[in-house]
């Protein structure tokens, strides 16, 4: 009994110091990565200045093209995330401002994600290389259900969310592989399909009345003197129950509302996204609105 107590503590403590080195090891690995995404592209810089920069989901990241705020000598980037949700947004923008960016205005695409305030799962876990190394990253988790295992068990982590921050993108990273995430400027046009979803019912869709992370948005603009701009972007004229965007304007008065300016079908590459052709027209109406 007694050896087979001493050979299970051997056991436990070598897997436990194998943990530890795989677990610094990624996060050393992830502290090299520059050009992939655009979350550790954020944490891997030093202080920015911009004069436009741009949150939200996917519905930012399809539908503000940067390169036309440039045109218009703004220093601009496109930080919306596909799949992301405020949780993200707020995140990102707080790892900037950790960041030591200077940053004048700020674009966020406040519409359907107001209906949660979760965290994505598959956009969050790209933080979470930098959890020990961030105060606002470790802040943010803190209020998760699974923040101790992610945070005190050594190479977790990285074992949860493989797919995203596990051996395979860490290869990645090694071998200086690029995606086109960074690629025009954090914008991502799209193409008509005739295949793309021309249908979206959400009826029964509804902001929340007081959105946490929206709201935590709104302050760190004010707190750090940023010109806050929320919009609400355009969907596709087959949309059934297209009331939540009055919803959205009744709960947040302030967010103003362009759901309407592009509506053609032949503007969608799906219901909620338009084409690069769309995004082009809805982006000159919001530069002619705010910085004209």
């Given amino acids: 009994m007694k050896k087979f107590l001493i050979h299970t503590v051997k056991i436990l403590l070598i897997t436990a110091l194998v943990a530890i080195a795989l677990d610094g090891l990624y996060t050393y690995i992830f502290f090299q990565s520059k050009n992939r995404g655009k979350i550790e592209t954020v944490f891997n810089s030093h202080a920015q200045k911009y004069d436009v ?53 700020i674009i966020l695409e406040a519409d359907l994600n107001l209906s949660n305030d979760k965290e994505s799962e598959g956009v969050s876990a790209k933080f979470l290389p930098y959890i020990h190394n961030s105060d606002v990253i470790r802040k943010q988790f803190e209020s998760q259900e699974n923040f101790n295992e992610l945070y005190y068990i050594p190479f977790y982590r990285y074992i949860k969310y493989d797919s995203k921050i596990g051996f395979r993108e860490t290869y990645k990273i090694v071998r200086k592989e690029t995606t086109n995430t960074l690629d025009n400027l954090g914008y991502y046009p799209l193409q008509k399909h005739k295949n793309g979803n021309m249908k979206n019912n959400i009826v029964n869709l ?59 079908n032949k503007y969608f590459s799906s219901c909620g996204h338009m084409t690069d052709q769309g995004a082009k027209i809805f982006t000159a109406r919001i530069i002619n609105d705010f910085f004209n």
């Fill in 206 to 264: 509804n902001p929340l009345q007081h959105n946490k992370y929206y709201e935590e948005i709104k302050n760190i603009c004010k707190a750090n003197n940023i010109n806050f701009i929320a919009v609400m972007t355009p969907m596709c004229e087959n949309v059934v129950g297209m009331d939540y965007f009055e919803k959205v304007k009744k709960a947040y008065p302030e967010i103003h509302n362009y759901e309407n300016v592009v509506v053609e």
């Fill in 53 to 105: 920069v741009i949150l939200g989901s996917s519905r930012a990241n399809n539908h503000f093209v940067s390169q036309m705020f440039e045109d218009k000598g703004l220093k601009t980037f496109n930080y919306g995330m596909s799949g992301g949700h405020l949780f993200e947004a707020s995140l990102m923008l707080k790892l900037m401002i950790e960041r030591k960016y200077e940053i004048k205005n």
